[in-house]
């Protein structure tokens, strides 16, 4: 019965004093992903690159409504 | 709707953290890719542009179960009631029709959505981008989503975007898509419909007019003598958008193109294609669809052999409804008028056959009256 407390205790413990849940936060400010695709220059940069390499992907054939 | 900057399109912001739903999900688990290597080009390797199609259970399943269950049943991704109608008209050789399908999967299936192309970026066919920095948008902005697929006819129509024209009353009362295409329409219902017109939970004016028929109502003896003669649109729609003779193929560069002829507006009466017990009513507005005999020639040449088997004038609701229309006047501005009607005349020679059943023979256009209810 003691041990059942013990444990009981230790999860509210853990759920009332530890900040933040380890389960969120994943989408993390330290990943580059989200460190490139906040950055407006950063991203203009990298567009610019890509635009130059990058074939056209719209045909200039199109007519009419779609 | 003019394309965002290329920056644009994949600018997240960074509120997204505090979205208690989909700010847990690292970057990784939908997209893959190298969270860790800060090189764009190698970091990007293996990356899923859109990891909610053709299989969103994986990106949103664990959550959003029932949605994407019946996911690949909706309308706006498994596109049945395009094949179910090109195959109608398809030769039945199977070399042919292989060629068709090839057709088709480059060209018209194409234009489908998916989660993250309503609630997180535009759709790819008008070119993508995030709506608002990849943050989940619960409703799909109507402009960057909605008509911006639907935008030949719709849009013009509800936003009264035709010279002379106006828009929809639903668009003056600040209606937006969802008040009649709820999220449950667009997410389907787990039925693979062949026709839209059958999607057991699509709008229905009489949801919010109820009362139409109550003998108090406004207008009730004229509601009353048209239910099941004529549908709500053939009173109250204005003239709208008409396409024709879409051609598609590949140019020199293999980048796929369609043509279309002019489009038009216009308003025609015709027989209902679709009557059945949820659609009794007699007369209908109807539409031209964008197809022709040779749509598919650069691909195979008479693919579409059975051109006649279903009509290219189809059944429409226009969006672009208002109380009094210049047809619900007086009853006479209807009743007889040859003009409002589809007649053989009003169709080109090569499509008669494929439109017999709609069309309007002239002893079944409504007599002229001599009373007019009050």
């Known amino acids: 019965m003691k041990c059942v407390k013990l444990i009981g205790l230790t999860i509210a413990f853990c759920l009332v004093f530890i900040p933040g849940n380890p389960y969120i936060g994943k989408a993390s400010e330290d990943s580059q992903c989200f460190k490139c695709h906040t950055s407006a220059k950063k991203l203009i940069q990298i567009t610019r690159e890509i635009a130059k390499i990058r074939p056209a992907v719209k045909s200039i054939e199109i007519e009419g409504e779609g | ?374």
């Open chain 2, 1 to 374: 709707m003019e394309p965002l900057a290329p920056h644009e399109k994949i600018f997240v912001d960074s509120d997204i953290l505090d979205d208690e739903n989909h700010g847990e999900i690292a970057c990784i688990d939908c997209h893959g890719g190298n969270p860790d290597d800060p090189d764009w080009k190698t970091a990007h390797k293996g990356v899923v542009k859109d990891p909610t199609y053709p299989d969103a259970t994986d990106a949103c399943g664990d959550c959003h179960d029932e949605i994407s269950e019946n996911y690949t049943k909706s309308l706006h991704i498994g596109l049945r009631p395009f094949r179910v109608k090109i195959k109608r008209r398809a030769n039945t050789n199977a070399a042919i029709l292989n060629k068709l399908e090839c057709a088709m999967n480059n060209h018209c299936y194409e234009c489908h959505s998916s989660c993250g192309q309503c609630h997180i970026s535009r759709p790819n066919s008008v070119e993508g981008g995030f709506l608002d920095g990849h943050l989940f948008q619960k409703r799909p902005p109507m402009r960057e989503v909605c008509t911006a697929c639907h935008g030949s006819r719709i849009d013009r129509e509800y936003f009264g975007e035709s010279e002379g024209l106006l828009p929809s009353i639903h668009k003056e009362k600040y209606m937006k898509c969802e008040k009649c295409h709820t999220g449950e329409e667009m997410h389907g219902d787990g039925k693979d419909y062949a026709d839209r017109y059958e999607v057991e939970n699509g709008p229905k004016c009489v949801n919010c007019h109820k009362e139409i028929y109550d003998r108090e109502a406004k207008n009730v003896i004229t509601h009353r003598i048209h239910k099941e003669r004529a549908s709500c649109h053939v009173c109250h729609a204005q003239p709208y958008n008409n396409c024709s003779a879409c051609h598609v193929g590949k140019d020199k560069n293999g980048l796929t193109y369609y043509k279309t002829k002019a489009s038009w507006f216009d308003f025609k009466i015709g027989l209902n294609p679709l009557r059945s017990e949820k659609r009794p009513e007699e007369f209908v507005t109807l539409r031209h669809a964008p197809v022709n005999w040779e749509t598919f020639d650069y691909y195979v040449e008479d693919g579409l052999s059975n051109y006649n088997a279903s009509p290219t004038w189809k059944l429409a609701t226009p969006h672009n409804i208002r109380r009094k229309t210049p047809q619900n006047s007086t009853c006479n501005a209807c009743h007889g008028n040859e003009f409002l009607f589809l007649l053989e005349k009003d169709i080109e020679d090569n499509e008669k056959e494929a439109n017999k059943v709609v069309i309007v023979q002239p002893d079944l256009i409504p007599r002229k009256q001599k009373w007019q209810p009050k």
